[in-house]
C-alpha cells in the first residue's frame, strides 16, 4: 500500500488522508515521507496579493519535449492570516527546501519568522531577535540545510550603515552581527560580525549545503557571500565580472547556481557557474530579448525559476509579473495568471513537495492553520 500511493500526486494523498484512520497512519509513517521525497516532482509556490486579498498557491507542471502545461494544476491554495495576530501583517515567502517554507512578516513593527509546510498544515514562530530595525540599517535572511547533518537553518544577517551625509552612499558598517538559528533547538545563536555589505533585496539562495547573497566590499566590488551551513562560516567568491553595479540576483538553474543580470536595456543575461566554486566555469548561458514594454533602463530584479528541456525559461519580472521565454521561437511573453491589473504583488519559488512533519523538531511549538 505504502509502494502505490508514494507514486500518486500530492493533491491526491491529501485527498487520502481523509478517508479513514488508517490511511491518514500510513501517509504520516516516517518511511513513507522518506520514499515519498525520492519520487515528488517539483512544482512552485506562488504568493499573489491584490488589492482586497492575499494567497498562496502549489502549483504542478509537466516539462514534456512538446508542452509544459503552462496553465498549472493548483496542489494547494492557501491563506497565511491565521499565522500573525496582527492585521497589517504582510507575509511573504523567503526560501523553500525540501516542502518547507521559511516566511517573513515584512512589516518592520512585527519582525516575526516562520517556517511552515503548507502540505501538512503546520508551521513554528521563531523566536524574536533584539535589534530594532530602522532605515539605513540592513536585515536579510537565508534557509537551508547542512548536506552533512542535515539540519534545517536560518540565518539572519544585520548591519548598520553609515551614508554620506550629501550623495547618501554607502561609506561603512559601524555594526553587524550574523546569527543562525537552528530548527529544534529553541534560540538565536550568534556567529559575531557579518562580513562584507548586504542588501535587503537580496535572499539567501541556497546550493550544495550553502548560503548565496550579493555583497560589496567597502570599495564598491560586488562579490557573492557563500555561508557553509554545517561549519557555519562565510567566506567570498567572485561573480562572472568585478567592478560593475548590477540588477542582479543569484539562484539555481539546471543544476548550477546561477546569476541574473537585468542591467542590460534591451536582454536579460543568464550566467551559470558549470563548476561550482570555480571562478573560471561562470558561463553566459542565455541572453533572452526583453518585451518591448520592459526594454530600457530597468531597476526590477529577475530571478530565475524554471529551465525546460528544450531550452525554454520560466522567470520573474521583479514582484510584477512572471514571464515565459520559450527556446524555440526566441519570443519571451507574460503568463497569465489570473490576476487582475492593479497595485497587485507576485512571487514565485521553487517548491518541492513532502510531507515531513515539524513536530519531528521536538523543541518547537508547532501550531496547525
Given at each position: ?108 513593527k512585527h519582525k516575526t519568522l516562520y517556517v511552515c509546510n503548507p502540505l ?250
Open positions: 500500500m505504502l509502494e502505490i500511493l508514494s507514486w500518486l500526486p500530492p493533491k491526491s494523498i491529501i485527498n487520502c488522508k481523509c478517508v479513514c484512520k488508517k490511511w491518514l497512519n500510513l501517509i504520516t509513517d516516517p518511511y513513507f515521507v522518506r520514499l515519498h521525497c525520492t519520487r515528488t516532482k517539483p512544482g512552485l509556490v506562488i504568493h499573489q496579493s491584490e488589492m482586497f486579498k492575499k494567497y498562496f498557491k502549489i502549483v504542478e507542471f509537466e516539462d514534456a519535449g512538446d508542452h509544459h502545461n503552462l496553465a498549472y494544476d493548483t496542489m494547494v491554495k492557501f491563506r497565511l492570516n491565521s499565522l500573525s495576530p496582527f492585521p497589517d501583517a504582510n507575509i511573504v515567502v523567503d526560501g523553500s527546501i525540501n516542502g518547507f517554507l521559511f516566511l517573513r512578516d515584512i512589516c518592520y501538512t498544515r503546520e508551521y513554528i514562530q521563531l523566536p524574536k531577535t533584539k535589534e530594532i530595525v530602522r532605515y539605513p540599517c540592513v536585515v536579510t535572511h537565508g534557509f537551508g540545510a547542512s548536506l552533512k547533518s542535515g539540519e534545517y537553518k536560518v540565518v539572519r544577517i544585520f548591519h548598520e550603515r553609515e551614508l554620506h551625509p550629501v550623495t547618501h552612499t554607502f561609506v561603512r558598517v559601524p555594526y553587524s552581527m550574523s546569527q543562525v538559528y537552528t530548527l529544534g533547538t529553541g534560540e538565536w545563536k550568534s556567529l559575531g560580525e557579518a562580513p562584507f555589505a548586504y542588501n535587503s533585496r537580496s535572499m539567501g539562495s541556497f546550493f550544495k549545503g550553502n548560503l548565496h547573497w550579493f555583497i560589496q566590499d567597502l570599495e564598491g566590488s560586488e562579490l557573492i557571500s557563500c555561508f557553509d551551513l554545517e561549519n557555519e562560516t562565510f567566506q567570498p567568491f567572485p561573480p562572472p565580472f568585478l567592478g560593475r553595479k548590477l540588477q542582479r540576483s543569484l539562484g539555481v538553474l539546471m543544476g548550477c547556481l546561477c546569476l541574473c543580470d537585468n542591467t542590460s536595456n534591451f536582454d536579460i543575461n543568464i550566467w551559470l557557474m558549470k563548476e561550482y566554486g570555480v571562478e573560471k566555469s561562470w558561463t553566459k548561458e542565455f541572453v533572452i530579448g526583453k518585451m518591448p514594454q520592459l526594454a530600457g533602463l530597468s531597476f526590477q530584479i529577475v530571478r530565475a525559476l524554471r529551465a525546460f528541456r528544450d531550452g525554454s525559461i520560466l522567470f520573474m519580472w521583479g514582484d510584477y509579473c512572471m514571464l515565459y521565454y520559450c527556446g524555440k521561437n526566441r519570443v519571451t511573453e507574460e503568463v497569465d495568471m489570473n490576476q487582475v491589473r492593479g497595485p497587485n504583488y507576485i512571487e514565485a519559488m521553487d517548491y518541492v513537495p513532502s510531507f515531513v512533519n515539524l513536530r519531528s523538531f521536538v523543541l518547537e511549538k508547532v501550531i496547525m492553520f
